[in-house]
């Protein structure tokens, strides 16, 4: 078991986003890096004892490496806001990465670093050591899950996606652009870079139905399970939710006259396809349509070999 303190803004939603996610062990809220012992919840808000609210979170680094527990933790900030999340703002909301582990520092400021280079504005995460900690009153601790209605400055939807994380993408880094094009074939290339479209019902993997993953043919991210997988007609594989609901990002795509939800994967930026709300209502009424271009498949008995054993559990 390993240890690190997380400083996200309201320590209600924050405890209840980090305690969703697989290989966290243990969640509590409390009071950290602040000019005095034991404050109070009053105190911390109102006599400017310079503490944060923060989640001290015990995780399993076998399940869940702490950089990919970062990784997710930056999913539910805004990583760039200062003594602001959402609309709470005070020095208390600030956010913040506080270790008890030297050794730890190291993965945390490459994290950060990686962090940068993705945002236009200036990362505002503090990253120190732990000075000090006092745990919050009990009726703070696992807050939303006593009062269900309770504030919260986080959406639902986000503790879905903190629960079915799997996929972490520092294990699937983005290829050069001389590498993709040695590795792709044309139709490969310009589906995934260009935002091409292949051709409907002729393409490898509109009809395929074994049991097995589909990656993402640029990284080897997986994206989607066998068990989604369902026949729409439309000519093109078409999946009910991908097997990770963060290795997915969508954009608005008003290309051809149209206005559609363009689906891109998450590690290597790839163009997939698009998302429609016509799939089948009691799989969750969403259609992923890819490009078989897109994808390479996995069939399930070659999964431990390829290196994905660890999501075997999720195929049919």
Known sequence: MAEIYLAGGCF??????LAS?????ETEVGYANGKTDNPSYEEV?????????TVRVSYDPAI?????LLTLYYEAIDPTSVNRQGGDAGMQYRTGIYY???????VIEASLAGLQERCKKPVAIECKPLENYSPAEEYHQKYLNKNPGGYCHLSPGTFKMAAGARVDPA??????????????????YEVTKNSATEPPFRN????TFRPGLYVDITTGEPLFSSGDKFESGCGWPSFAKPIDPNVLREKRDISRGMIRTEVRSRAGDAHLGHVFPDGPKERGGQRYCINSAALRFIPKE?????????????ID
Not at 302 to 314: D, F, Q, T
């Open 12 to 17: 209600w939603g924050t405890e209840k986003y």
């Open 21 to 25: 996610i697989p290989g966290v062990l």
């Open 45 to 53: 808000c109102r006599r400017n004892t310079g503490h944060a609210e």
């Open 64 to 68: 869940l490496p702490l950089g990919f």
């Open 100 to 106: 008890t582990n030297e050794a730890d520092r190291t």
């Open 171 to 188: 294990a699937y880094p983005p290829k050069s652009e001389i590498d993709l094009r040695l590795q792709l074939s044309p139709l490969q």
């Open 204 to 207: 490898e993997f509109y009809q």
């Open 302 to 314: 070659e999964m431990e070999k390829e290196g994905y054993g660890y999501l075997l559990s999720l």
